[in-house]
């Protein structure tokens, strides 16, 4: 199981350098134009992201989750976004590179944002969750890049599979 999570943490990253790379190159204009996403545009998708792993990084720690709403905009400047999001991926990949089977088989206990109830879930429950809600909004990222970029790269967690055994 630590090898997948490890796995994960790696594709994460890897995949949220390839957004990075996408959104250097559009306009301040095109990375907030509202496109109908959950969290508007890119720049506010891209920012979610960070707001969410944060506090899924504090109830990792048992730690205080940060107090800003799931669509809170912690950057405005998008070349300081995509600097807090590698350091960001960075601490992720520590994270799991961490962890062992006792933990991953243990428990994490945390208030919701959305839910002001005490949840304790199994940590590789949690971790499956955080991944995929990472490939969700990166999905949206990418079909709000298509639409004003005319195209964007794949961010399939195959071609990353393929992009290591080389």
Known sequence: MK??????????????????????GLSDTAQRADLGAFFRSIHGTLNHLVVADRIWLARFHGTPAPDVPLNGILYKDSVDLATARRALDAEIVDYVRELDDAALAGTISYTPVTIPEPVTQPLSSALAHFFNHQTHHRGQIHAMMTRQAGEAAPLDLLFFQRERAQ
């Open 3 to 24: 090898a997948h999570f490890e796995m994960m943490a790696a594709y994460n990253a890897w995949a949220n350098g390839r957004v990075a790379a996408m959104v250097h």
